[in-house]
């Protein structure tokens, strides 16, 4: 079998079919949940004429459907793009027409959006909108096809099936840097890089299916290629910290604890505000095993009182 980014969901999806595999607030899927749902939109691609290695667009909030639209572009041989869902059209657009995006993934919330980027970079030319169905839609899309929940296909593309497909050479996604020096590029990774990582992080910090991982960074940011695909390889769950919810740093202690996160893992500023005001003097953490952080510089002094609150988790620098 070709290693790619699906081995880990059809390993899993065969060994874990009813662990749960991605939980969001009190909507959760199980593996073969996330295996039937993402096989549905891998056929509409697949049904849509997508070509091995053609870009697709996920311009959608962190959410269950995100997660299921990325091993649907997966499994159809395309790589995925996620896309800022806070981002300026401005930015938006300059993505999609660097990428040649012809296929854009959505919510009913975000159409509008996408419908002006397909009116203004004709690339564009599918828009797939993943939560709702056409009825419940009063928009008239010009010039680009539009498909619904209503439309999924109903012959489901199986993991399986689909990792007999994939070469390890092929691209699996392109994130873009922030722009901060010129202007973003697309940074490209294919389906052996990223199990090269995968691999390495699942045997040095010993994942397993009884872990429960954070997903606390957005979803175009390197660090959630961590979250989503060593959970999976794993069996593990992928529990979705709500976006916004970075601000909110009893909130987030109070998740840890409810969700029984066994492994979390951000940039330092979120847990410097979870030491100054996450109240965690007055919380028990007992299934947080392992602390992970990347991205920036950990200040000493706060690293040093969050080891002396959370004593029982290890602590990774991947910095």
Same mark, same amino acid.
């Given at each position: 079998?070709?290693?790619?980014?699906?081995?880990?969901?059809?390993?899993?999806?065969?060994?874990?079919?009813?662990?749960?595999?991605?939980?969001?607030?009190?909507?959760?899927?199980?593996?073969?949940?996330?295996?039937?749902?993402?096989?549905?939109?891998?056929?509409?691609?697949?049904?849509?004429?997508?070509?091995?290695?053609?870009?697709?667009?996920?311009?959608?909030?962190?959410?269950?459907?995100?997660?299921?639209?990325?091993?649907?572009?997966?499994?159809?041989?395309?790589?995925?793009?996620?896309?800022?869902?806070?981002?300026?059209?401005?930015?938006?657009?300059?993505?999609?027409?660097?990428?040649?995006?012809?296929?854009?993934?959505?919510?009913? +919330?975000?159409?509008?959006?996408?419908?002006?980027?397909? $009116?203004? %970079?004709?690339?564009? &030319?599918?828009?797939?909108? #993943? !939560?709702?169905?056409?009825?419940?839609?009063?928009?008239?899309?010009?010039?680009? +096809?539009?498909?619904?929940?209503?439309?999924?296909?109903? $012959?489901? %593309?199986?993991?399986? &099936?689909?990792?007999?497909? #994939? !070469?390890?050479?092929?691209?699996?996604?392109?994130?873009?840097?922030?722009?901060?020096?010129?202007?973003?590029?697309?940074?490209?990774?294919?389906?052996?890089?990223?199990?090269?990582?995968?691999?390495?992080?699942?045997?040095?910090?010993?994942?397993?299916?009884?872990?429960?991982?954070?997903?606390?960074?957005?979803?175009?940011?390197?660090?959630?290629?961590?979250?989503?695909?060593?959970?999976?390889?794993?069996?593990?769950?992928?529990?979705?910290?709500?976006?916004?919810?970075?601000?909110?740093?009893?909130?987030?202690?109070?998740?840890?604890?409810?969700?029984?996160?066994?492994?979390?893992?951000?940039?330092?500023?979120?847990?410097?505000?979870?030491?100054?005001?996450?109240?965690?003097?007055?919380?028990?953490?007992?299934?947080?095993?392992?602390?992970?952080?990347?991205?920036?510089?950990?200040?000493?002094?706060?690293?040093?009182?969050?080891?002396?609150?959370?004593?029982?988790?290890?602590?990774?620098?991947?910095?």
């Amino acid at each position: 079998m070709l290693r790619s980014l699906l081995t880990y969901l059809s390993e899993s999806c065969g060994n874990y079919p009813e662990n749960i595999a991605v939980r969001y607030k009190s909507t959760t899927l199980s593996y073969q949940d996330l295996d039937l749902n993402s096989g549905k939109l891998a056929c509409t691609f697949t049904q849509g004429g997508i070509t091995p290695g053609e870009r697709v667009g996920i311009y959608l909030d962190k959410s269950p459907e995100a997660v299921v639209s990325i091993f649907a572009v997966l499994k159809s041989r395309a790589c995925y793009v996620p896309l800022d869902p806070l981002a300026p059209e401005q930015r938006l657009s300059m993505i999609v027409d660097d990428c040649r995006l012809k296929w854009l993934i959505t919510s009913a +919330k975000k159409l509008p959006i996408a419908l002006a980027l397909a $009116a203004r %970079i004709k690339c564009l &030319e599918r828009i797939v909108v #993943v !939560d709702v169905e056409k009825s419940d839609v009063k928009l008239e899309p010009k010039g680009v +096809k539009v498909y619904y929940k209503d439309d999924l296909e109903q $012959a489901p %593309i199986s993991s399986v &099936e689909a990792t007999q497909q #994939v !070469d390890p050479r092929d691209l699996a996604y392109i994130l873009y840097t922030s722009g901060s020096t010129g202007l973003p590029k697309g940074v490209m990774i294919s389906h052996g890089a990223a199990c090269a990582f995968v691999d390495w992080a699942q045997a040095a910090f010993k994942i397993d299916c009884t872990d429960v991982l954070s997903a606390h960074a957005p979803l175009h940011f390197d660090l959630s290629i961590f979250d989503i695909f060593v959970a999976v390889a794993s069996g593990a769950t992928i529990c979705l910290v709500p976006q916004g919810w970075s601000f909110l740093p009893k909130t987030i202690a109070d998740f840890i604890v409810q969700n029984g996160i066994t492994t979390w893992y951000s940039v330092p500023t979120a847990l410097v505000q979870l030491v100054i005001y996450g109240d965690l003097e007055h919380q028990d953490f007992p299934d947080l095993r392992r602390i992970l952080f990347a991205g920036e510089v950990f200040p000493s002094k706060f690293l040093r009182r969050l080891m002396q609150l959370l004593p029982q988790a290890d602590y990774y620098n991947l910095y």
